[in-house]
Each structure stands twice: as structure tokens, then as C-alpha cells.
């Protein structure tokens, strides 16, 4: 009788087990590496977390996965019963399981807020963590940036500088090679040019001097007065003119904040050729007189007003085609000492970029190391768990035995 209610009550309700079963597999969300989904923390482990995503079997994070930093412990990212986004980094393996990351999540958005930054010409800071023979680095977002040496702008020594924060601009960002290159000197050179003018005399400091000219600190950003710019007069070696350390006027001809760079000049500063060489004192002293005639002459120039000369020149000072002739080595050799101040800045920044690559590669290796030492803890754990399970049956068999 009661089998007889039973039937009747399946036939008027018309819902099998099988219909059920069916319903379920209609019902059953189907996951993919690159999906992002929501999930419950509900088992914290010692290497890991199993979490629930709506899946028939649980998924589970590695802790080398649970955020773009290090992680020593579980707790210190998840807490139990916490719900929030996972990316799936792997299917399912043969019993089920996906594999989730939130480090993927975190880098992906890290490098799109890195983007923002650069397409808004931000200045960020960082604090240094390390330095190597070809710069520092620092982190953005999480994300590993790199500071080429030839962008470091301190007298410090770069060992130094760990712990020290500097601002900082974008100089590439690039997510598919994982290149993150950034420059103090940029963002204290657009700082300092805020407040500087092209035509404007400041005072500086002899801070290194090189075949093509004098490198010169001005309020803690350094400037280039090129050999071509010290004096009318030809000059064979900046030494001859400067020692390290001396403190001069020099006015700025030039600011180029796209690539951070000030060009200095202290040839448009001399009353006449050749004062540079033969009485500093006087370009220092009338200085701020030459400066004003030269922003005059440029304000003319760019309204395309020709300036009257100020007095006539005499037939005894009209230069002859004899002397015409021999400024023209001087002018080629200033050429010259150009290209090869260029060259020398190019191959600057190919042994920058080559110390750059190497670094990368180490970081890149000792990334690698770590999750591999995290996969062998892991592995060791479970082998570590299977003989101690099967250790509980051997004696338990034993027992039943005796």
C-alpha cells in the first residue's frame, strides 16, 4: 500500500531522481583559466587555502599565489568565511580541483594603474629596496621598477640609497616584456624647471667634467655646458677653462623636460669673445646685462623683428675672408665634439639598458626559485601526509590482526 502512495506521488509530482540529476548538470557552472569569480575562504591551510567558488569540488590557492608580494603566512591575505574575487589560473585537475591566484588579479591591475600613471605624466615616489652596478630598484604598485644609474640624480652613493624614497617619472612602461623603467633625474629636473626660465642667469657648481663639456649642479639638478657653449673663442679641453668644484654663472639656453636635460651657456654671458678664457670676472660681473640682451634677442627673433645694431661697424672691424676660413675648423670641430658627446651618451645608455636586461634575468631566476621551493615544500607536505595515512592503516590493520 504504501508503494502503491509512493508511485502515485511520484506520477503527480512528475520529478525524478534522474530528472534532478539532470537539472544539476543543466545548472553546473563551467570554469576557465583567465575566468575571475567570486569566492568563500573556508579552509585555511599551512601552504594554501581551499576556497568555494560554486564548483563540485573545492578550488584551492597556493600561497605563492595569494598576493604580488611576498607571503609568509595564509592569514596574513585571507581570513576564513572572507568572500572576494579569484582569478582561475588553472582547469581542474584529475580530481576536480581549479587552482586560483589573486596575485593575478593584483599584477593585472597593478600595470593597468601604471599605465594611468604615465598617460598622466605623474611624478610617483618609491623607497629603494636594492641597487646593483646598473641602478636601483624600487616598487611601483607592487609591480618591480628599475631606476638606470644614468637616471639617479645624488651625490649619494647608490648603496646608499636603500631605504631612501625618491620621486620619480616614467620612463617605459611595458606589461608584455615586464619592463618598468622609471627616472629620479627626470622628476627633479621638471620640479627644479617649474621654477627656471630659458634666458635666466643662475649660479652653479662644477660637478664633473668631460671631453664635450662641464656637467654643472644647479640647486641640485645637474646641467650641460657644452665645450660649444663656454666661449666664442675656441677651446681645446674643458679643463683647460674649469676645475671640479668651481662655482660659475651660467645662463639656461634650454629645457628639455621630455627627456630631462638642461643646456647651459656661459659664451652668450662674455661683452666680448674670448672673456671666458681671458677675464671671468667680468662675464660674472655683467652677467645679468648680456642675459637680458640675449632674451631680447630671442622675444625678437620669435616675432620676427630684426634688432637694429647698436653702433656701426667700422671697416677695421669686418673680419676677412682669411679669418672667415679659419673659423670654419672651429665650427667643424665643435661638429665633431657633438657627435661624439652623442655617441658617448648613446653608449651610456646601452651599457644601462644591458645591466637593466641582467637584472631582470636574476629576478626573473630567483622568482622561478622561489616557486619552486614553494612547489617542493608543498609536494614534501603531501608525501609527508600520504606516509603518515599510511602508516595509521598499517596499524590499524595490525591491531585488527592481533
Request: hydrophobic share 40%; charged share 30%; no cysteine.
Amino acid at each position: 500500500m504504501v508503494n502503491q502512495k509512493s508511485s502515485t506521488a511520484t506520477a503527480e509530482i512528475g520529478f525524478t531522481h534522474d530528472d534532478f540529476a539532470a537539472l544539476l548538470d543543466k545548472y553546473d557552472y563551467h570554469f576557465s583559466p583567465g575566468d575571475i569569480v567570486p569566492g568563500t575562504v573556508f579552509s585555511i591551510e599551512p601552504r594554501g587555502a581551499l576556497i568555494d567558488i560554486g564548483a563540485k569540488t573545492a578550488a584551492y590557492i597556493p600561497i605563492q599565489e595569494m598576493s604580488i608580494n611576498r607571503v609568509d603566512s595564509p592569514d596574513e591575505v585571507l581570513q576564513s568565511n572572507e568572500t572576494r574575487e579569484f582569478f582561475i589560473l588553472t582547469d581542474e585537475n584529475e580530481d576536480g580541483q581549479l587552482t586560483l591566484s589573486i596575485r593575478r588579479i593584483e599584477y593585472m591591475r597593478a600595470w593597468e594603474r601604471v599605465r594611468q600613471l604615465q598617460a598622466e605624466d605623474a611624478t610617483v615616489r618609491s623607497g629603494v629596496f636594492a641597487t646593483n652596478r646598473g641602478g636601483a630598484l624600487v616598487r611601483i604598485e607592487g609591480l618591480r621598477g628599475f631606476i638606470p644609474g644614468s637616471h639617479i640624480s645624488t651625490r649619494k652613493p647608490k648603496e646608499d640609497l636603500l631605504g631612501e624614497e625618491l620621486p620619480l617619472k616614467f620612463l617605459e612602461v611595458d606589461e608584455e616584456r615586464n619592463r618598468l623603467v622609471l627616472s629620479h633625474r627626470r622628476a627633479l629636473v621638471e620640479r627644479k624647471m617649474n621654477r627656471l626660465e630659458v634666458g635666466e642667469v643662475v649660479i652653479g657648481t662644477v660637478r664633473g667634467i668631460k671631453p664635450y663639456g662641464a656637467f654643472i649642479d644647479i640647486g641640485g639638478v645637474s646641467g650641460l655646458l657644452h665645450i660649444s657653449e663656454i666661449s666664442h673663442e675656441h677651446i681645446d679641453t674643458p679643463h683647460s677653462v674649469f676645475n671640479v668644484n668651481d662655482e660659475l654663472k651660467v645662463m639656461i639656453i634650454d629645457l628639455d623636460a621630455e627627456r630631462g636635460r638642461i643646456s647651459l651657456s656661459t659664451k652668450q654671458l662674455e661683452p666680448e669673445p674670448g672673456d671666458m678664457i681671458k677675464n671671468r670676472d667680468v662675464v660674472y660681473n655683467r652677467a645679468e646685462e648680456m642675459a637680458a640682451k640675449y632674451r631680447e634677442q630671442m622675444l625678437a627673433k620669435q616675432q620676427g623683428i630684426t634688432l637694429e645694431p647698436e653702433a656701426d661697424v667700422s671697416a677695421e672691424e669686418v673680419p676677412s675672408a682669411t679669418e672667415e676660413l679659419e673659423e670654419v675648423p672651429s665650427a667643424a670641430e665643435e661638429a665633431t665634439e657633438e657627435v661624439v658627446a652623442a655617441a658617448e651618451e648613446t653608449t651610456e645608455e646601452v651599457v644601462a639598458a644591458t645591466e637593466e636586461a641582467t637584472e631582470e634575468v636574476v629576478a626573473a631566476t630567483e622568482e622561478a626559485t622561489e616557486e619552486v621551493v614553494a612547489a617542493t615544500e608543498e609536494a614534501t607536505e603531501e608525501v609527508v601526509a600520504a606516509t603518515e595515512e599510511t602508516t595509521e592503516v598499517a596499524v590499524a590493520v595490525d591491531g585488527e590482526e592481533s
